[in-house]
């Protein structure tokens, strides 16, 4: 069997501790080579020669010594300057997790393992399955649960972008904190693996009943056992998220790898952070969806620490997060509905499908209130989403005639209520016989007769001049003058 080929290189590829063969074998062997290079090289292929044998029976549980790393990748601290995670504000995570967090759905990583020692994945990693290549007829042994181990990081930083618990200040999370991850680690790394192991770590997470599964690895031929197992995946109602590759289109393949390229399975291709594609991301008409390839910050195994890296598998992580919230929101959707909805709600890039992004990057929020196509077969919208309420039937209170009859008995009621406040002024009108100016010179029985009005007539001839008094002769006295123009009114006796 050919091995698989990886979706992203690791950053440092780990070796299984061999066993030391006893001193008896070791004399025997120096002795036949006495050269150091010599011993050197017949001593690891007699350790290889034992793990072989010591792992050959189907079933067998590896040492435990060969559960510890030789090498393995750590991380370091975060900065104190270091802000929140960029995929918070890259994916508009806060307004997601107003409406889902992937409470009570589990996400299965395929891949080299998750540290669940890290403080940001506490609570948040089953038991998982541990497979071991072995060199016999069965290819490998598969032992429960697996370590709390990852050499090459790989895996933790996967599960940490899935699931990962939201640290001080937001710095590290995943898209679906709330989340569980059910790790499935080849020792051997998943590149080292052969395609019926693959294929085993798949039905693994079939059997441990998931509902989204992460495949961050790629292939570049299609082979039988892998498809076969997806298909099974796929039956059992599992979102089946797979990793584009990170060969640019330069590879064997021409670009299509698998599981990616299967039908029913997500493939994710990478953008970097201003949203354009990355050159190292696979493109062709299989590609579904896309998220940011980074680099971004990761959790790494070994301690607390975190360190960067980039590509369509952390990208792949992404999708596998979101689809946790939407799984999480919507347990009543299929596991098709679901990756419908994460496609049909992706935002396009470059306004429009193409090979490199597919229907464009994935939006938590958006698929999460994203509103399916009503047909005429579905007025319930899927089941998802905000029903279509009808409009209102009931009758208005009064009909045609009684609104009529009502609204005649306000105008006669309207014109009544202005008659009475008009009739006082059509009283007086009436008394001045329609004209305007004073009343009349009447005066009420016994009463004081009115004061002596002065004709209209009069009041037009003052403007002539004629009541204006000659001017004072000089010398005259002016009280004198007034007394003579006044008329003497004698009183009768």
């Known amino acids: 069997m050919s091995p698989v080929t990886a979706a992203v290189t690791p950053t440092a590829r780990a070796t299984a501790p061999r066993p030391r063969p006893s001193a008896r074998t070791r004399r025997r062997f120096r002795a036949r080579y006495p050269g150091r290079a010599h011993r050197g090289a017949v001593a690891a292929l007699l350790a290889a020669a034992v793990t072989a044998v010591t792992l050959s029976v189907p079933g ?43 409470d009570g759905v589990t996400v299965a990583v395929v891949d080299s393992g998750v540290d669940a020692r890290h403080p940001d994945l506490a609570g948040a990693v089953t038991g998982g399955s541990r497979f071991d290549v072995t060199r016999d007829a069965a290819e490998f042994t598969r032992t429960t649960p697996a370590a ?9 930083g996967i599960a940490g972008l899935v699931a990962a618990r939201r640290a001080e200040g937001d710095r590290m ?71 584009a590759g990170n060969e640019g289109n330069s590879g064997p393949s021409g670009g299509r790898v698998y ?9 994710v291709g990478a953008v970097d952070a201003a949203g354009r594609p990355l050159d190292a991301s696979n493109r062709g008409p299989w590609v579904d969806l896309a998220a940011y390839g980074g680099p971004l910050p990761l959790v790494a195994p070994g301690g607390s620490g975190y360190r960067t890296d980039s590509g369509t598998s952390f990208a792949a992580a992404q999708v596998s997060g979101a689809a946790a919230l939407v799984r999480a929101r919507y347990p009543d959707l299929t596991a098709a509905e679901t990756a419908e909805r994460l496609v049909a709600s992706a935002a396009p890039v470059g306004g429009t499908r193409n090979d490199r992004t597919g229907a464009g990057i994935v939006d938590p929020f958006g698929a999460l209130t994203h509103l399916p196509h009503l047909g005429p077969d579905d007025p319930e919208g899927e089941g998802a989403g905000i029903a279509v309420q009808p409009l209102p039937t009931t009758p208005p209170l009064l009909d045609r005639t009684e609104a009529l009859a009502l609204a005649s008995a306000g105008a006669l009621l309207l014109a009544l209520l202005l008659g009475l406040v008009a009739a006082p002024g059509v009283r007086r009108a009436a008394t001045r016989g329609w004209r305007t100016g004073p009343l009349p010179d009447t005066a009420p029985a016994g009463g004081p007769a009115p004061a002596p009005t002065r004709p209209r007539g009069a009041a037009l001839e003052r403007l002539d001049g004629s009541d204006v008094p000659p001017p004072v002769p000089p010398g005259r006295n002016r009280a004198a003058v007034a007394r003579s123009r006044t008329p003497t009114t004698h009183r009768s006796r």
Not at 72 to 81: A, I, K, N, W, Y
Not at 226 to 233: D, K, P, S
């Open 148 to 156: 709390d181990e990852d050499c090459e990081g790989h895996g933790t």
């Open 259 to 267: 599981p990616a390229a299967y039908p029913d399975v997500l493939a």
């Open 60 to 102: 067998a549980t590896a040492p435990a010594h060969a559960q510890s790393c030789r090498t393995q990748v750590r991380g370091e601290e975060l900065p104190d300057s270091a802000g929140p995670h960029p995929l918070i504000d890259l994916l508009g995570l806060r307004h997601a997790w107003d409406l889902s967090t992937g």
């Open 173 to 243: 999370t995943g898209v679906a904190p709330a989340a569980r991850v059910h790790p499935i680690r080849s020792v051997d790394g998943v590149d080292r693996a052969t395609h019926n192991t693959v294929a085993a770590m798949i039905d693994d997470a079939v059997d441990a009943g998931v509902e989204v599964l992460n495949l961050s690895l790629a292939v570049v031929e299609d082979h039988a056992p892998i498809r076969e197992a997806v298909a099974r995946a796929v039956a059992a109602d599992i979102v089946v998220v797979a990793a």
